[in-house]
């Protein structure tokens, strides 16, 4: 299976500034088809996961421009431009080019 | 409105069984893969089952296979997922979703608690 991997597990930051979170995956997540189907999804806290960009880069219908996402092969980024209160939860990466699907560990953003 | 209602969470022992069901409206449900994804108390997400669009095709991960089972009805718009021989390492919820191209989980329901326990 493929292993997800993301640094930092616990991000805190002040409201304002801007934040990023680093997934890596443990082979190239490239598809045959030449597209790569690594997304992002966001979990409030008591919430229900949501995505938030798929495919690398796409954000979500609703989802803030402050939103992006970015990289290829086996390195990939989220970065919020600048971090508001309702962005505290959980983020995860998710790998969909092999089967199983597998997700990293999640990233807890909270603010200082 | 496009959405996904889970239901048949329960407090169940070591052994049991249990079929939890989720309801699609809002879209056409015949249109689309569809989804189980778990979450074990303070833990992260674990894709459980996934089943094409003509109930054909099912996927599981390796720790469900042989004890679970998914399938659908498209006439019910539904999604189930029946649990046989249920451990105590099955304790979650269980969310259903959309499952777009290649596992691109695009809609979400609220989950449905299963406790395993005696």
């Known amino acids: 299976d493929v292993v997800m991997t993301q640094s930092p597990l616990s991000l805190p930051v002040t409201l304002g500034q801007p934040a990023s979170i680093s997934c890596r995956s443990s082979?190239?997540?490239?598809?045959?088809?030449?597209?790569?189907?690594l997304h992002w999804f966001q979990q409030r806290p008591g919430q229900s996961p949501r995505r938030l960009i798929y495919?690398?880069?796409n954000r979500d219908s609703g989802v803030p421009d402050r939103f992006s996402g970015s990289g290829s092969g086996t390195d990939f980024t989220l970065k919020i431009s600048r971090v508001e209160a309702e962005d505290v939860g959980v983020y995860y990466c998710?790998?969909?080019?092999?089967?199983?699907?597998?997700f990293g560990p999640g990233t807890k953003v909270e603010i200082k | 409105e496009v959405q996904l209602v889970e239901s048949g969470g329960d407090l169940v022992q070591p052994g049991g069984s249990l079929r939890l069901s989720c309801i699609a409206s809002?879209?056409?449900?015949?249109?689309?893969?569809m989804t189980w994804v778990r979450q074990a108390p303070g833990k992260g997400l674990e894709w459980v089952a996934n089943?094409?669009?003509?109930?054909?095709?099912?996927y599981y991960v390796d720790s469900v296979r042989g004890r679970f089972t998914i399938s659908r009805d498209a006439a019910k718009n539904s999604l189930y997922l029946q649990m046989h021989s249920l451990r105590d390492d099955d304790t979650a919820v269980y969310y259903c979703?959309?499952?777009?191209?290649?596992?691109?989980?695009?809609?979400w329901g609220q989950g449905t608690t299963v406790t395993v326990s005696s």
């Open positions: 495919m690398i880069s």
């Open positions: 998710m790998q969909g080019t092999f089967r199983p699907p597998t």
């Open positions: 809002g879209f056409t449900f015949s249109n689309y893969w």
């Open positions: 082979q190239s997540l490239v598809h045959n088809n030449g597209n790569t189907y």
């Open positions: 089943i094409g669009k003509d109930g054909r095709d099912t």
């Open positions: 979703a959309r499952d777009r191209d290649f596992h691109n989980f695009d809609l």
